[in-house]
């Protein structure tokens, strides 16, 4: 094992997602069986002492992928020489906080954060954001780093993704491993799209089998847009496990590449693509290659698709608006 390193940031590494995904990259799960990680665990004041004893696990486990863990509660610290940043820590909604409440108090995490990514981060970072509002919270770190390039920034719908692939396995009763090209479009929220209609199960159009459209639009889209909020109800908590699995996909695919033939959804910085805003960071149907990432195009949008997608990047455009009028993006 003679590769260099990868630096990888964990900020919340004392939270519950934390404690389910330092040890999947610690045992390469992340990024690959032959490539050794320094962790870099970013925790405020109080979250300190729970992350020193993770590590202390960590360190029990004796990962022979795992070349060091430092913790910090500084982002300066923790962002220097970060090669992958997985920004899990967040302010949670409370009870009586409002909507702009919750995007002003993750404002002053995701500003400072992503100025220290700017500032002290490597040349290749690449940055997940987990932590919610995840779309607009990367919006808000991606804008405090104007030095990195601007498709560094992404957001977590991956989860989603997977959400919806486990639901349309259960429906058609084919295993995950045979369906392909679903697509979550727009906000890690209850407005989401998750798309079919270009998805195949076992090489078939997965509407056509389906072939129930009411199914869809009162079964399908709600189950997975909710399956945050029904995770809550049943666990007393939200979803951990899956969320740092989820995390897990996503990086690992953007940076080993998508399957031929096949997608993933991504929350990216828009480029117009399929009439959402440019800039807007949406979810969208990505294909992974060589660490890179490109929208797949020439999708037909039906009408069932497109004001779905619209509803969702209404949202999306409604959040934008709420942080900029908030100083959050310059
Ligand atoms: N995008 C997605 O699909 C999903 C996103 N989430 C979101 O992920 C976030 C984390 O979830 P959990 O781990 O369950 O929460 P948690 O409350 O268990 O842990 C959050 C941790 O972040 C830390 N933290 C808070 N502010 C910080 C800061 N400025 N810097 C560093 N650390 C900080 C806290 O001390 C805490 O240890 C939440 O915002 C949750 O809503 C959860 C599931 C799925
Ligand atoms: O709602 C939450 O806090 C957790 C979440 O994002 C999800 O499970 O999709």
């Not at 003679?2 to 999947?24: D, E, H, K, M």
């Not at 009586?96 to 981060?121: C, S, T, V, W, Y």
């Not at 889209?221 to 951990?240: F, L, Q």
Request: charged share 20%; hydrophobic share 40%; glycine share 10%.
């Amino acid at each position: 094992m003679t590769r260099t390193p990868v630096n990888v940031t964990v900020t919340g590494a004392a939270g519950q997602i934390g404690y389910a995904l330092l040890f999947r990259i610690a045992s390469g799960h992340l990024l690959g069986a032959d490539v050794p990680v320094k962790l870099r665990l970013l925790e405020i004041p109080q979250g300190l002492k729970a992350a020193e004893g993770t590590a202390m696990e960590l360190d029990d486990c004796a990962f022979p992928l795992l070349q060091g863990i430092d913790i910090s509660d500084d982002p300066n610290v923790a962002f220097d020489g970060a090669n992958v940043a997985l920004l899990v820590g967040a302010r949670p909604r409370t009870k009586g906080m409002e909507r702009g409440d919750l995007l002003e108090a993750n404002g002053g995490i995701f500003k400072p954060q992503g100025k220290a990514i700017n500032d002290h981060a490597a040349d290749d970072i690449k940055v997940l954001v987990v932590g919610n509002p995840a779309n607009t919270n990367a919006l808000i770190a991606q804008a405090a780093a104007p030095d990195v390039p601007r498709e560094r920034f992404t957001a977590m719908t991956r989860l989603d993704h997977n959400r919806a692939l486990s639901q349309l396995s259960k429906k058609t009763g084919t295993p995950v491993s045979e369906i392909q090209k679903l697509t979550i479009w727009g906000n890690h929220s209850a407005t989401q799209y998750p798309d079919i209609f270009h998805a195949t199960v076992a090489g078939k159009n997965a509407a056509e089998v389906v072939g129930d459209q009411k199914w869809l639009a009162e079964d399908f889209i709600p189950t997975v847009a909710k399956r945050g909020a029904a995770i809550i109800e049943a666990r007393g908590a939200s979803s951990a496990a899956s969320a740092a699995n989820a995390a897990i996909d996503h990086v690992h695919t953007w940076v080993n590449g998508t399957a031929a033939g096949d997608w993933t959804s991504m929350g990216i910085p828009s480029d117009g693509s399929y009439g959402v805003p440019e800039g807007l960071i949406s979810s969208f149907p990505v294909t992974t290659k060589d660490g890179t990432y490109e929208i797949v195009q020439g999708l037909e949008i039906n009408d069932f698709s497109r004001e779905r997608i619209d509803a969702s990047v209404k949202e999306l455009t409604e959040e934008r608006e709420a942080v900029r009028g908030l100083g959050l993006l310059g």
